[in-house]
């Protein structure tokens, strides 16, 4: 008898290429995509879609797809291991580090990879049992900065701006590309839009002609590295011509005087000038700003990554705070999160230890990548001795490849969890084979949006393939197997198999509280007790998902009028369940809280809801950069290194065969210094930093600053262990080539030479 043909099938998810997560209405067959376009039920991107999220298929199916546990062998090859055996072996090896070293023996690296949130709450539950507080991720390479920076201005590192670009009149972004990079609602709609009003000003500053300048009113093509100069001769002037909104200030801000007096000491010709940019310009800029009804200002890695990383971001949030863009429609903001990702670690009052050999301390619970390699190999005694890496690629993606790969091997311990063999992976102990995105329940953290916040929880669109377990599993198994928590809770087991959504859960969570305060040794673990408890009994083998419920009920405790505004009723308590059931149920997302604009105040930490202007650390920074100097004359050039373009992505896209073009992720330089180092289109040229070097293809960009030379993310991965394809970046990078107080990479601005190979 000839099987019947299988049927297409059609399916709601979400891109996981960018912080976004845009909504997708999927065609599949096969366990494979068919056909991927943008889902218009969704609550936030409403169809969008970008041209990436259509070659997801080269995520979900590879040569490098991993499908069974494995362990290295002596001769360094490896051999499929049982999963069981993998968990007894990796639990007794941890246990027996944690006892002979201590916690500050352990770290992990990476967990929550982008859109793979969900296996984090689960994965970090292992840091807490091994008694350590190192965990190491790329939040900590690029936005830590920030983080630190919202903790002085705003009480609590957890407090996160957002941006109301879409609703906008004047709009500065800086060192930000959403044509390619997003980060903005429907960015290229969203671009195209303000574009079209004659009403609105878009205003970019970069060092290139990007797709974000080529809709922009006004484009400053400043220097690489002089941000800092820049924006504090922009400040300087709005202090000045007192274009500051002096109610604004006096309402909601405290320390004004002491900012003003800083910047008044700011030279502002001479500033504007180090930037290499017109100074009428600016004064322009400036003022239209500072006139506008709804100003609002978008920044990202450009100058998050570069030269006065943290003095960059203080700049940045003085422009729109000192302007009285914060707190209504069109400007910046705060916003709610539902799954809490930041902590407040601030070093003058926080219990958590530094580093034993930088002695950094941790911003937001975050230590930084550029550290990582001198805590394992110069610490002594205390150094780190076993690493978890969860859905990452450390030997790729952060600084310094060559002190990362020696750092590894030095572990006593290395184990990876992800989806494919990476080359991390390759130095791994044991591999623990994930299922992908796709395969299991997963959501996305990055829900900052304001007034109306959302979350989508994503269903299963395909069947798991091969030997693999999904990161809930495989931390749990492992938790039980270290004797942290035991394998079965009989009570809640037994309550949790009672028809909760008839009674609301109340007799499962009384019986959960009454467990955690009789065993307060529990409750770092309550993520999997959930799991093998009252997640046996949630629908669709949602079991993961059973943290969510707590967190429904806390988020409808914080946010009580928020949450009802948006459509839920019921007493604090059943609003939460009554929201849990919606995040369950709607396969395409849900509204989450509607707030008004006033209400961002109430999301300030401080006691008196004012805002604090000055920061000590960065008006001694602003006071010491007419002392910065530029020039190396080794190296005439400048790398803006991790460009992002149509076709790269993330880490997680290892097969070539995704791109369509740009295939060797060619360097980019301006035709004029092409021809002063005679080369041509194609050629290959020695791309060479005091760190190290790397071949390079040639290609022309006639936007491209004389002098400045750009590189993309997400090459130079060995697929199917074949050599690498494109640039490896980090093998330029030095992990001390970094801002001093968050450790934040210097990836946009790396002193190169060009060489003819």
């Known amino acids: 008898m000839v099987e019947a043909p299988k049927q297409n099938k059609t399916d709601v998810t979400a891109c996981i290429l960018c912080s976004r997560n845009c909504g997708l209405s999927v065609e599949v067959k096969d366990n494979q995509f068919v056909k991927i376009k943008g889902n218009p039920e969704h609550p936030f991107s409403q169809g ?7 070659r997801l298929q080269h995520y979900q199916q590879h040569a490098d797809r991993l499908t069974t546990p494995l362990k290295r062998q002596p001769d360094g090859s490896f051999q499929e291991i049982s999963w069981d055996n993998a968990i007894h072996e990796i639990a007794k090896r941890l246990v027996q580090i944690r006892d002979d070293f201590g916690g500050t023996a352990f770290a992990s690296v990476g967990g929550g990879g982008q859109g793979n949130h969900l296996g984090a709450a689960y994965g970090r539950q292992l840091l807490l049992a091994m008694k350590s507080y190192y965990a190491y991720n790329s939040l900590a390479q690029e936005k830590t900065g920030d983080f630190w920076l919202n903790g002085r201005l705003l009480g609590n590192q957890a407090c996160h701006t957002t941006e109301d670009v879409e609703y906008a009149d004047y709009v500065l972004f800086i060192g930000t590309n959403p044509f390619q990079a997003h980060g903005i609602p429907n960015a290229r709609d969203t671009l195209k839009h303000i574009k079209k009003d004659p009403n609105r000003t878009m205003v970019v500053f970069d060092p290139r002609v990007t797709e974000t300048v080529k809709q922009a009113d006004i484009h400053v093509q400043l220097k690489p590295g002089t941000d800092a100069f820049l924006m504090s001769a922009m400040i300087a002037i709005i202090i000045k011509e007192q274009l500051y909104d002096v109610k604004f200030i006096e309402q909601h801000t405290q320390s004004f005087e002491e900012v003003k007096t800083a910047f008044s000491r700011v030279p502002i010709e001479e500033y504007i000038a180090k930037a290499d940019v017109p100074v009428d310009l600016i004064y322009q800029v400036v003022r239209d700003f500072a006139k506008a009804k709804r100003g609002c200002v978008r920044i990202d890695l450009g100058i998050q990554h570069t030269l006065n990383t943290t003095l960059n971001g203080y700049l940045e949030k003085l422009l729109y705070l000192l302007t009285g863009n914060f707190g209504k429609q069109g400007t910046n ?20 230890r530094r580093s034993v050999y930088h002695k950094m301390f941790p911003i937001s619970g975050l230590f930084p990548p550029n550290i990582l390699p001198d805590e394992i190999l110069k610490a002594g005694e205390k150094r780190i001795r076993a690493v978890f890496v969860d859905s990452c690629n450390p030997l790729l993606t952060y600084p310094d490849t060559p002190a990362y790969e020696k750092a590894f091997k030095a572990l006593d311990l290395l184990v990876v969890v992800d989806v494919a063999m990476t080359e991390t992976a390759r130095l791994a102990d044991y591999i623990l084979p994930a299922h992908t995105q796709f395969e299991k329940w997963e959501f996305t953290g990055f829900n900052l949006e304001f007034p109306k916040n959302g979350f989508h929880l994503r269903h299963p669109v395909f069947t798991a393939q091969g030997n693999t377990l999904p990161e809930a599993e495989i931390y749990t198994r492992l938790l039980e197997a270290m004797k942290v928590i035991p394998k079965s809770f009989p009570v809640l087991e037994k309550i949790a198999a009672v028809d909760s959504k008839k009674t609301a859960y109340l007799p499962y969570l009384s019986a959960l509280g009454l467990t955690f305060a ?63 059931e919606q995040i369950l149920n709607q396969r395409s997302g849900v509204v989450l809280s509607q707030h008004e604009y006033e209400e961002v105040w109430k999301l300030v930490a401080y006691k008196d809801k004012k805002i604090r202007l000055a920061i000590p650390e960065m008006l001694n920074e602003l006071a010491n950069l007419k002392n910065h100097q530029f020039s190396i004359e080794e190296f005439p050039f400048i790398l803006l290194s991790g460009e992002r373009r149509s076709y790269n992505a993330n880490q997680i896209y290892r097969d070539p065969a995704w791109r369509k073009v740009d295939a060797e992720g060619a360097l980019r330089i301006h035709p004029e210094d092409a021809t002063n180092l005679n080369v041509a289109v194609g050629d290959q040229l020695k791309c060479i930093s005091q760190h190290g070097e790397i071949q390079v293809t040639v290609d022309f960009d006639e936007g491209m600053r004389k002098g400045v030379v750009s590189l993309p993310h997400g090459y130079g991965m060995r697929f199917q262990g074949g050599e690498p394809i494109g ?26 030479r060009l060489e003819k190979c």
Do not use: M
Not at 334 to 352: A, M
Not at 534 to 551: C, D, I, R
């Open 48 to 54: 969008y879609i970008c041209q990436k999220a259509a």
């Open 333 to 352: 903001n705060l916003h709610t999160w539902f799954i809490p990702i930041l902590s407040d670690t601030d070093e003058r009052k926080s219990k958590y």
């Open 518 to 580: 009789r065993h307060k040794k529990y409750i770092p673990f309550a993520a999997s007790i959930l799991y093998r408890t009252l997640g046996k009994h949630l629908e669709n083998s949602a079991a993961s998902t059973a943290f969510l419920l707590p967190l429904s009920i806390q988020y409808s405790v914080l946010h009580t009028k928020a949450v009802r505004r948006a459509g839920y009723k019921g007493n604090p308590l059943t609003l939460g369940v009554r929201l849990f």
């Open 727 to 752: 640039p490896q970046l980090n093998l330029l990078v030095s992990g001390e080539h970094c801002d001093p107080l968050s450790k934040t990479p210097y990836h946009k601005y790396v002193p190169i």
